[in-house]
Every structure is written in structure tokens, then in C-alpha cells.
């Protein structure tokens, strides 16, 4: 993992975005309260106003639904799993941990670097949703990876996981550290897989409480929570944004959300997680490490919750995905300034794909 950085590092774009570590950022205007100095590419008027007004916005065909159901029949595929025999779904496998077992209740497959998942990255409408909602175009793409949630049974069942009074919870939680005197600005994406029914469960927030976050906080003691709110539902609702597959969700990390459990029979929750956040070519250690694990498909080290497959990691199953120019600069291959002649010796633009 990079060494922790204390330094800041400035984004090379025209608005002043400083982070340490690509995730959370510093910057002069909040997000929901920014003028656009560019136009809007992909969102309308509306869209941004209900993005900065509710904290999340919904990008309909950010990649067609074609795309989305070649990613999840990759997805099903990479954990060994048959849509058509939902026995296959609970079968018994191995853990190495905890945290090993909690992520396979949650749903989440140990991918991040598979040509499908690159080719939702640096698909045009995808990056121009982030420029608008970041109104930045020096963007770099987070190394994420994809979820599969079957209904939440047998080994699958929510119950397996204790539950807490405090910190995460996977039904509602920000992001961010919502206690700080300067809030951190940080963005969340999912591309829906397959179309959402209420069921299903999947992604759910709360954007009154978003809309009225200051005013509620005013009236919380000295010593809340800082990243699990404790608001009532009845004046706070949460709710269930419905996706088609194909569909982009952005969201802001001081929106209260989670993900709803699926109480269905025999559907799953199927999304690929995907944000975009202003780059930090300048912290050159974690920018070697984001072309490291592209180039060796080794597991993103951003997130301590990444563990790689424990039965096949994908480095055994294939290749080095191919990168786009616009897949370069998201990755960090090449940087915003440079030229299309320029490279960094020693780094190829792409590695055969298998």
C-alpha cells in the first residue's frame, strides 16, 4: 500500500481541489454549492440542480444496456455461479476472514480489472457526467470493483454479520467524516447491471436529509455520530432511486445512503461500482501504484476492504485490459498536460489483452 501521504496535492485543473489521498478533497466551494464555469455535457439544467439540491443524480444509457449485460454475465462467471440455479448461489467457499465472509453477504466480486470493467471507465458519457458534477476535467477513475447480491439467505443472510450501535452501516451511512468543520468533498458512482425492482433491495438514500443537513445537524448533540445518522425516517425518508441497466447513479458522499437488503425470491442486485475524482498526478507514489495494478491486475491498494479473490485471483484468469486515450489519463498512464506524443519511458500505452 502507498505510504500515507501528509502533504496535499492540487488537482491540475482550473477549480482548487486538494486531497492527500484521492478519495476526500479539500476545495474552496462545496460541490452542491458550485457555479459551473463549463457547460454541462451529459446532465441538464435540471439534472445539476437536483444533483446539488439532493446530493445524487441518475445518468440514463451511461453505457448501453448490451454493455451492462455482458458485465454481468462476466460477473456471474468470475464467481463460478449459475443465473439459471440459484442453488449454486449459497454454495459453501472459502474464507480467509472475517471481513472475507461480511463481503460475501454484502455481494461483493473481488474484480477490478477485467476489459469489461475498463470499457465502463472510459466510455465518453460516463467521464462527461463526472466533469459536470465535479465541473473539472482532469479526472482520474477509481479502481473499484463489482457487486452480485442474491437474496440475502442461507449464507448470504445479513443476520451472519453482528450488528452495530455506532460507525458503518451498510443500511445508511455518509461517507465522510460529517462532524469536521470543513466538510470533505467526495463523489460515489454505480452503474446498474440489470434493471432494479423495490425487491431487490440495492442502493437507497435519504436527499431531504441531504437538502437539510445543516439545519438538522444545528439541533444533534456535541457528540453524534460522525458518519451514521440517527434522523427519523418519517421526516428524513429513505428512498429507493430506480435504475434500468446501463443506468449511472452519482452520489455525494455527505448523502446518507446504503444498500437495502434483497427480499426477493430468486433476483439479484447487480451493479459495478465506478466514481471519478480530480487527479493527483503529483503524488507520484500513488500514481505508480494505480498503473501497477492495471498493468499486473495485482489488487488495488486504496481500499482495505479490496481482498482479491480468495479462490482464482483475477491476475491468473487474464490479461492486462487495453486503455483508450481517455482510459490513459483516468488511469494515470498519461498526464492531463501532456502532449499525445509524449510518454513516460518504460510505459506502454496497453498490454495485449487475453
Not at 478533497?25 to 435540471?46: G, H
Not at 486515450?325 to 518504460?346: D, I, N
Request: proline share 7%; glycine share 6%; hydrophobic share 35%.
Amino acid at each position: 500500500m502507498p505510504t500515507p501521504d501528509p502533504y496535499l496535492h492540487r488537482a491540475p485543473s482550473d477549480l482548487p481541489y486538494f486531497s492527500s489521498d484521492g478519495e476526500a478533497y479539500l476545495a474552496r466551494t462545496p460541490l452542491r454549492d458550485i457555479r459551473k464555469s463549463r457547460e454541462l455535457r451529459v446532465l441538464s439544467q435540471e439534472d445539476f440542480d437536483f444533483w446539488q439540491t439532493y446530493g445524487y443524480v441518475i445518468v440514463r444509457e451511461a453505457i448501453p444496456a448490451a454493455a451492462a449485460q455482458r458485465l454481468l454475465d462476466f460477473t456471474w462467471d468470475f464467481q463460478g455461479l449459475d443465473p439459471a440455479r440459484p442453488e449454486t448461489w449459497y454454495e459453501d467457499r472459502p474464507f480467509r476472514t472475517d471481513l472475507d465472509r461480511e463481503l460475501h453477504v454484502y455481494g461483493f466480486v473481488e474484480a477490478y480489472h477485467h476489459q469489461l470493467i475498463w470499457d465502463s471507465r472510459q466510455a465518453q458519457r460516463v467521464y462527461d457526467a463526472f466533469v459536470d458534477v465535479w465541473d473539472c476535467e482532469e479526472l482520474w477513475v477509481t479502481l473499484d470493483r463489482l457487486n452480485l447480491n442474491p437474496p440475502n439467505v442461507k449464507n448470504r443472510d445479513r443476520a451472519l454479520i453482528a450488528p452495530t450501535d455506532q460507525g458503518f452501516d451498510i443500511e445508511l451511512h455518509w461517507d465522510v467524516d460529517t462532524t469536521l468543520g470543513v466538510l470533505p468533498q467526495r463523489v460515489q458512482g454505480i452503474i446498474a447491471l440489470n434493471d432494479t425492482r423495490p425487491e431487490l433491495g440495492g442502493f437507497q438514500c435519504s436527499p431531504e436529509l441531504f437538502r437539510r443537513f445543516e439545519e438538522w445537524k444545528v439541533a444533534q448533540p456535541e457528540d453524534r455520530d460522525p458518519i451514521r445518522p440517527d434522523a427519523d425516517r418519517t421526516e428524513f425518508p429513505v428512498v429507493r432511486p430506480e435504475l434500468g441497466a446501463g443506468d449511472l447513479l452519482i452520489w455525494n458522499g455527505l448523502l446518507a445512503h446504503g444498500v437495502a437488503r434483497n427480499t426477493s425470491r430468486d433476483g439479484v442486485r447487480a451493479v459495478q461500482y465506478l466514481s471519478m475524482m480530480p487527479a493527483l498526478e503529483s503524488h507520484e507514489e500513488l500514481r505508480r501504484s494505480r498503473v501497477e495494478s492495471w498493468r499486473r491486475l495485482s489488487t488495488p491498494d486504496w481500499n482495505g476492504t479490496l481482498v482479491g479473490d480468495a479462490v482464482k485471483h483475477e491476475s491468473l484468469r487474464y490479461g492486462t485490459a487495453e486503455l483508450n486515450g481517455l482510459g490513459e489519463r483516468l488511469l494515470g498512464l498519461k498526464s492531463w498536460t501532456e502532449q499525445e506524443s509524449e510518454r513516460p519511458e518504460g510505459e506502454p500505452v496497453c498490454a495485449e489483452s487475453a
